[in-house]
């Protein structure tokens, strides 16, 4: 089945570094989302990539979507505390139909930590 | 007013015990997703149904059956609670997919099953 790899696991920074996470998936891909879960919390749906070359912008986080639509990334720039939680990616593979069409597979997430 | 709620918060029980979780979302979505959660953060679809139709089962033994009353409650009922069964519960909804293009999920605060 569909598999989205995501790395690093766990990243931890000081406060004010900048921090990647990056999703890959051996497919291509019809679209990918990102989501945030604090630690204790839920994820919460941050933002949705379709095109190919897809860059967008919230505030201080940058999420890009490959050329091939193989993989994505999240930069947060200038890392605050308020940033700590797991990251994960969410994807469809392009070729769903039917049932799968409603299926998002997530990556295992990365775990940030800022140190104030 | 919250948007997807889930009930329990938290549930304690005994092996062999059954065990419901219910569901209720007001944002007038018609698909609806129940996902595991296991203690290395891994989230993990389990079922998804559409306007109460079952669109997705995911290997999923037959311990846990969903019931969706109707398009805003999606339950989930556990038979013969085991030791593996522990871990985060969350239930989320989205508008159905477009096409190529999902929405985001809005997932509600979880519930924690501990079977001891």
């Known amino acids: 089945g569909q598999q989205v790899m995501q790395i690093p696991q766990y990243q931890h920074v000081q406060e004010g570094e900048d921090f990647t996470t990056y999703c890959n998936s051996s497919?291509?891909?019809?679209?990918i989302q990102w989501y945030k879960q604090r630690p204790g919390g839920h994820p919460v749906f941050l933002i949705q990539l379709v095109k190919s070359g897809e860059v967008k912008k919230q505030k201080r986080l940058t999420f890009q979507f490959g050329e091939a639509k193989k993989n994505s990334s999240l930069h947060i720039t200038a890392t605050q505390t308020t940033d700590v939680g797991t990251y994960f990616c969410a994807a469809k593979n392009l070729q769903s139909r039917g049932g799968s069409n409603y299926k998002l597979t997530f990556g295992k997430g990365t775990l940030l930590t800022v140190n104030p | 007013d919250t948007a997807v709620s889930q009930t329990p918060k938290y549930l304690v029980t005994q092996m062999g015990n059954d065990k419901s979780i219910k569901c209720e979302q007001n944002l007038g979505h018609d698909t609806m997703y129940w996902y595991k959660q296991d203690s290395k953060k891994f989230l993990k679809i389990m079922f998804s149904y559409n306007n109460k139709e079952l669109i997705i089962n995911e290997t999923v033994p037959n311990r846990f059956s969903p019931k969706s009353p109707d398009k805003a409650h999606l339950n989930l009922h556990i038979n013969s609670l085991e030791l593996g069964d522990s871990a985060v519960y969350f239930c989320?909804?989205?508008?159905?997919?477009?096409?190529?293009?999902?929405?985001?999920?809005?997932f509600g605060s979880g519930t924690r099953l501990t079977v001891v």
């Open positions: 497919t291509t891909l019809s679209n």
């Open positions: 989320a909804s989205s508008p159905p997919p477009q096409g190529r293009l999902n929405y985001g999920y809005t």
